[in-house]
């Protein structure tokens, strides 16, 4: 090998978590726990995992701190409902925008701002997301940080009907109210869609007509609408959705999908782990309505959580034990 091919060899390795982001993993790194690493360590353990993505459902400071230099693109989320509420106010945007997005915006690769997670219909909150979104994207824009930063809402599946076979699915009647605004607000500004894709819990929902190898990506051949898993599925009936609400032009992130390791139905850690395995895989290509991958996707999530709320499968989604040694053996980017 010559000594050119070294050296350039030497250079690629050098650089090479900044290719990282390049990638379509990433994991969620929720904080719901009373025996988690520092953020430092947190952030360490993305870097040596060559995880090149983040999505944090907070601006935490702590982590903003951690992550400067550390070249991982970032899903930052705005709390809701109390900070949804708020960010209606325009100037508590830029206040908000001015305290966790500028200052670090030099050296923290801020790549989509998720204003409320799953906000439904009918929710006190729902009727601050479109306003806040819109005061968001102005602030980003007088921050100068529009070239870098897309401001978008991650919705779930719920807000999908008649979702079999996806390409009947349309949104809900309450929600093709609430989604029709926020589609135009994302196709104006060239924002994708976040969406949280759960083949668990479609699977947990309704063993008898989904097997469970249709949810692990293991399942042979395809079904009568074409289909050999059920993420595909799912995303693609999102897509359909956004298809007949006007929203064909935009693109969906993934922005949570995971299997828990305990705590209900097909709960194993082979299952999860099989699970996990096969969507880092499957997300290097595409969806039948959507064939040209990648599919940029979030790993829910890196750690368990065990102050999560809700039933005892959501303490059970993490990648990682507390202790920071790997719960399954996977390979991110």
């Not at 305290?99 to 909150?125: D, L, R, T, W």
């Not at 293991?218 to 956004?242: M, R």
Request: hydrophobic share 35%; proline share 6%; charged share 15%.
């Amino acid at each position: 090998m010559s000594a050119t091919i070294l050296l350039l060899l030497g250079v690629f390795s050098s650089i090479g978590l900044q290719f990282a982001g390049a990638q379509p993993i990433g994991v969620c790194y929720g904080a719901n726990g009373n025996n988690l690493p520092s953020k430092q360590d947190v952030v360490n353990l993305y870097k040596s995992n060559r995880i090149g993505k983040m999505r944090i459902y907070d601006p935490d400071e702590a982590t903003l701190q951690a992550l400067r230099g550390s070249n991982i693109e970032v899903i930052l989320g705005v709390s809701n409902p109390n900070d949804l509420q708020s960010l209606t106010n325009p100037s508590a945007a830029i206040n908000w925008v001015n305290k966790y997005v500028k200052p670090y915006s030099n050296n923290v690769k801020f790549k989509y701002i998720a204003v409320g997670n799953e906000v439904h219909p009918g929710e006190a909150a729902a009727s601050s997301v479109l306003p806040a979104m819109q005061n968001i994207q102005k602030a980003i824009a007088a921050a100068n940080l529009q070239g870098q930063i897309k401001v978008s809402t991650a919705i779930d599946t719920k807000l999908i009907q008649d979702s079999y076979p996806p390409n009947k699915a349309s949104f809900t009647n309450p929600a093709k109210g609430y989604m029709q605004p926020i589609i135009t607000f994302l196709s104006n500004n060239g924002a994708p869609l976040l969406a949280n894709i759960y083949p668990y819990f479609a699977y947990a929902n309704d063993q008898k007509n989904i097997p469970l190898a249709y949810a692990l990506f293991t399942q042979q051949g395809k079904n009568d609408a074409g289909y050999q898993n059920l993420f595909d599925a799912l995303l693609d009936s999102v897509y359909a959705a956004l298809e007949k609400t006007g929203g064909s032009n935009i693109k969906i992130v993934v922005s949570e999908s995971g299997w828990p390791s305990a705590g209900g139905v097909g709960t194993t850690v082979g299952n999860a782990g099989t699970y996990y395995k096969n969507l880092i895989n499957h997300a290097k290509g595409g969806t039948p309505k959507r064939p040209n991958g990648p599919i940029e996707t979030y790993l829910f999530a890196m750690f368990d959580e065990n102050l999560k709320q809700g039933d005892e499968t959501e303490r059970h989604f993490g990648l990682f034990n507390p202790n920071k040694s790997p719960k399954y053996q996977l390979t991110f980017n």
